[in-house]
């Protein structure tokens, strides 16, 4: 192995250590904290991508208060036509593909992206720190980063095939700009998503 390699290798190797351990050392909430999805339309529409904090505060408003006017009662002398009930929300699912892409920005961890098309997603942050991700249906590599030691980028490509032979497994990790990308099969997205979207207490 060349020296060169090794001046490579040993930081990245550093740098998985260091986030594995920041990674059980933070509050189960902050780590698991469901910061709503990702926008898909990025690359396509050539529209800026939402921030992680807008992202945040969209999905993290509150659903309005009931109200405490009671429901109109129908009288026993009408025969009007049978209640209509509210159905429920329908359950969030997943959406199927061979791969997914788990993001995290720093303490939001994005719900599991599906994989289905070639695109570039770009993923800009409110003081100006941006990676742009190209993505296949069974591959992510960050294409692009302005962070200063472009190590995310010589990091390579993570496939579904390669994924359980490289030094940082299925991750690529921009540790100045803080972002985590994970390349998930469907099992482990699903697991992932269902974590998410559990409801409390159950």
Same mark, same amino acid.
């Given at each position: 192995?060349?020296?060169?390699?090794?001046?490579?290798?040993?930081?990245?190797?550093?740098?998985?250590?260091?986030?594995?351990?920041?990674?059980?050392?933070?509050?189960?909430?902050?780590?698991?904290?469901?910061?709503?999805?990702?926008?898909?339309?990025?690359?396509?529409?050539?529209?800026?991508? $939402?921030?992680? /904090? &807008?992202?945040?505060? +969209?999905?993290?408003? !509150?659903? @309005?208060?009931? #109200?405490?006017? %009671? =429901?109109?009662?129908?009288? $026993?002398?009408? /025969? &009007?036509?049978?209640? +209509?009930?509210?159905? !429920?929300? @329908?359950?969030? #699912?997943?959406? %199927? =593909?061979?791969?997914?892409?788990?993001?995290?920005?720093?303490?939001?961890?994005?719900?599991?992206?599906?994989?289905?098309?070639?695109?570039?997603?770009?993923?800009?942050?409110?003081?100006?720190?941006?990676?742009?991700?190209?993505?296949?249906?069974?591959?992510?590599?960050?294409?692009?980063?302005?962070?200063?030691?472009?190590?995310?980028?010589?990091?390579?490509?993570?496939?579904?095939?390669?994924?359980?032979?490289?030094?940082?497994?299925?991750?690529?990790?921009?540790?100045?700009?803080?972002?985590?990308?994970?390349?998930?099969?469907?099992?482990?997205?699903?697991?992932?998503?269902?974590?998410?979207?559990?409801?409390?207490?159950?």
């Amino acid at each position: 192995m060349k020296k060169k390699d090794l001046k490579v290798i040993i930081p990245v190797i550093v740098l998985a250590a260091a986030l594995f351990v920041a990674s059980q050392v933070m509050p189960r909430e902050n780590k698991q904290a469901n910061a709503g999805a990702l926008a898909t339309s990025i690359a396509q529409t050539g529209t800026p991508a $939402p921030t992680a /904090t &807008a992202l945040a505060e +969209v999905t993290s408003t !509150p659903a @309005p208060e009931a #109200t405490d006017t %009671p =429901a109109p009662q129908a009288s $026993p002398e009408t /025969t &009007a036509s049978p209640a +209509v009930l509210a159905k !429920p929300s @329908p359950v969030p #699912t997943l959406v %199927p =593909a061979k791969a997914y892409l788990k993001v995290q920005i720093g303490y939001l961890v994005f719900e599991p992206l599906a994989l289905t098309e070639e695109r570039d997603l770009e993923l800009t942050q409110p003081d100006g720190k941006q990676n742009v991700v190209r993505i296949t249906p069974e591959s992510i590599i960050m294409h692009s980063s302005n962070c200063d030691n472009q190590d995310c980028v010589h990091q390579g490509m993570v496939s579904l095939e390669n994924r359980d032979k490289r030094v940082l497994q299925s991750m690529i990790i921009c540790l100045p700009n803080q972002v985590v990308l994970e390349l998930l099969d469907p099992e482990e997205a699903q697991a992932d998503w269902e974590a998410a979207h559990e409801k409390p207490g159950a």
